[in-house]
């Protein structure tokens, strides 16, 4: 326990197992360990990598390449820069203008609001809940996940990758429905999101809709593949009302959907 603090530059690395505070005035630090400690590291610090299974705060200005998160919650509400965040187990918030380049989210709950920029979010844990004001860019979904929306909810773009199955799933023929984003209890979705979502991957068949209050990615449904040769356009999806000009387009869409076994 106590205070490390240094008036020049430095390199530790460092275990914890008490109360210890590192002082701003030491610059770089290679490693911290803390194991069911309180640590809390000050202005401007920059650390390499933070193995965190304890209580951690964190001042305006620290810089971490890699965080490991293990305890029961991290709650992050200074301006600190993370460029890797690995939620191994528990709870995470991100609750300020907190800017992380990548969330790699295996633990219980996620949550993202007041102003938290974040490039990428990977998500398999329990559950995934974005706010408002959230600046969030990509977000990968594990199999059977989706995003929680939160109040006032209002990406600039949100591009969605999804677990291969299940997009495989949707750009084949054949009724499928993938669930994308839900609105948390006592909120609703604006149609107006569905011009901010972009679902990377899916083919011509498969529309981004809501379906019942909720965003979805949903196989669109085909009695046969329509040709327009006057009116059609070989950039539809060759259903009745969106048909395609040329029956070799007819021929790629068929095996893109129904591919021979």
Do not use: M
């Not at 705060?57 to 509400?77: F, H, K, R």
């Not at 706010?131 to 909810?153: C, M, P």
């Amino acid at each position: 326990g106590g205070t490390i603090k240094n008036r020049y530059d430095s390199t530790y690395q460092i275990i914890n197992k008490g109360s210890l505070n590192i002082d701003d005035s030491l610059i770089q630090v290679s490693g911290i360990d803390n194991q069911n400690g309180t640590l809390t590291l000050c202005d401007n610090l920059n650390v390499t990598t933070v193995n965190n299974n304890g209580e951690l705060s964190l001042s305006d200005g620290v810089e971490i390449t890699t965080l490991n998160q293990q305890g029961e919650l991290l709650s992050i509400n200074k301006e600190a820069n993370i460029e890797t965040l690995n939620v191994l187990s528990g709870d995470l918030e991100v609750i300020s203008n907190a800017d992380i380049g990548t969330i790699n989210h295996s633990g219980e709950t996620l949550v993202l609001k007041n102003k938290a920029i974040v490039d990428t979010v990977v998500h398999n844990g329990t559950s995934f809940v974005i706010g408002a004001g959230v600046n969030i860019q990509n977000v990968t979904l594990g199999k059977d996940k989706y995003i929680i929306a939160d109040e006032q909810f209002n990406p600039v773009k949100l591009t969605i990758k999804l677990d291969s199955n299940e997009l495989k799933g949707l750009n084949t023929w054949g009724e499928k429905i993938v669930k994308l984003i839900v609105p948390k209890d006592g909120t609703s979705l604006s149609n107006d999101l569905l011009d901010k979502i972009v679902v990377s991957g899916i083919n011509g068949l498969v529309s981004v809709e809501i379906d019942s209050d909720e965003i979805v990615a949903k196989t669109i449904e085909l009695n046969g593949i329509f040709i327009d040769g006057v009116n059609g356009d070989n950039d539809n999806s060759g259903t009745h009302d969106n048909p395609v000009k040329t029956f070799a387009r007819a021929k790629e869409i068929l095996e893109i959907v129904a591919p021979r076994t």
